[in-house]
């Protein structure tokens, strides 16, 4: 048996087998401050296989159960498929504030957070762990977090859900026919998500490196070996790209230009790299996609300039291709051709990565 709150809501997957109910637990005025209080307040996913079958004494059986402090009270779910995998949209029906007491709204407001309905979705592809992936998280200043990072939406007057998912790192991600890339180099911001979450170790953070410094969220991530970009490439659902690929998005599909934008000598106009100072005068990494002139034909930026990258290629025995210059390159280390290659182990304040899937 599974200790939740009232019965509030019904949905069911469509071919039947699954059953998704709201528990909802209406809250004290402040208890989702109180971080000894429990909660009732979530939903279940029921295998109702047996029933759609119209087994007789069908049984119906908990998969799984998620429940959320925060004030709020669950009303109902939504099952959706986005990009080809199973997710559920969550509603409440009175935000951080329960059912609107006054007391409750007060508190909300004091703690920063979403005095109105709000919003999460979870992807369910393992039913038996269902994964957050975007919610109202912040009222303040009518903000929005996606996915724990740092990217924010201004909405006048009201917090609400991205209309965007792009997985646990919030990849943002660019079709390039016969596979994806990533538009950015991996930032500081996408890498930490993966460091909260367990599941990837810190960068060195001497010199110019970019971890632990806090205007550099929305630099690429730099001072990672191979195996540390691996790592987070797998956990948000993605790898390195092959050099292949790398080369194919480069040249903006099959053209045969020596930069990503065309034939132009590489200057700071396009790129972030040495055109007489190291990092186009502020000697280090800019913002990914800072120099938008740059871009691909498809939109991809930062492919010559700002970090080098790795890739999944191998030259030797613990040894792998990296591609595109960086903000220490003059504009013959950014041509599309030019290739280099590090041993897997080195962190330098030159090389980041981006994904490709």
């Known amino acids: 048996t599974v200790d939740l709150g ?3 809501g019904l949905s069911v ?3 039947g087998k699954r059953a998704y109910v709201v528990s909802a637990n209406i809250p004290a005025p402040g208890e989702f401050l109180d971080p000894d209080a429990k909660t009732r307040n979530g939903f279940l996913i029921l295998d109702t296989s047996e029933v759609q ?3 007789p004494n069908a049984q119906m059986k908990v998969i799984s159960a998620s429940t959320f402090k925060d004030g709020s009270v669950a009303q109902h779910t939504i099952p959706v498929t986005i990009a080809g995998k199973p997710h559920l949209v969550m509603v409440d029906e009175g935000g951080a504030a329960g059912l609107s007491d006054t007391a409750n709204v007060k508190l909300a407001c004091e703690a920063k957070m979403a005095p109105y309905p709000m919003a999460r979705i979870y992807d369910i592809s393992d039913e038996t762990k269902p994964v957050l ?5 912040k009222w303040g200043d009518a903000k929005v977090r996606v996915d724990a990072l740092t990217e924010a939406v201004e909405v006048p007057g009201v917090a609400m859900v991205l209309g965007h998912l792009r997985g646990l790192a919030g990849i943002e991600w660019v079709s390039l026919g016969h596979f994806d890339i990533s538009k950015t180099e991996v930032t500081v911001a996408q890498y930490r998500a993966c460091v909260e979450a367990g599941a990837c170790t810190e960068p060195k953070t001497e010199g110019s490196c970019n971890w632990g410094q806090s205007d550099r969220d929305d630099h690429p991530i730099n001072c990672v070996d191979w195996n540390q970009a691996t ?7 993605g790898r390195l790209p092959s050099e292949a690929e790398w080369t194919h998005a480069a040249k903006s599909g099959r053209k045969a230009w020596k930069y990503p934008w065309g ?4 200057t700071c106009s396009w790129a972030i790299m040495d055109d007489g100072d190291d990092g ?6 800019w913002p990914v996609c800072s120099k938008p002139a740059g871009n691909s034909t498809q939109g991809v930026c930062d492919l010559a300039g700002n970090v080098s990258e790795w890739t999944a290629e191998a030259v030797g025995p613990n040894q792998r291709v990296r591609r595109g210059g960086c903000y220490l390159s003059d504009a013959s280390y950014l041509r599309v051709s030019k290739t280099f290659d590090n041993i897997t182990a080195h962190r330098r304040p030159n090389l980041g ?3 490709a899937r």
């Not at 992936?133 to 998280?137: E, F, I, L, T």
């Not at 034939?263 to 590489?266: E, L």
């Not at 186009?280 to 990494?285: K, W």
């Open 6 to 8: 009232i019965p509030h």
């Open 13 to 15: 997957s469509e071919d």
């Open 53 to 55: 079958a119209r087994v």
């Open 133 to 137: 992936q975007a919610y109202v998280d």
């Open 231 to 237: 790592t987070f490439a797998t956990w948000a659902g």
């Open 263 to 266: 034939n132009q000598k590489a």
């Open 280 to 285: 186009c005068g502020e000697g280090h990494t």
């Open 353 to 355: 990565f981006r994904l």
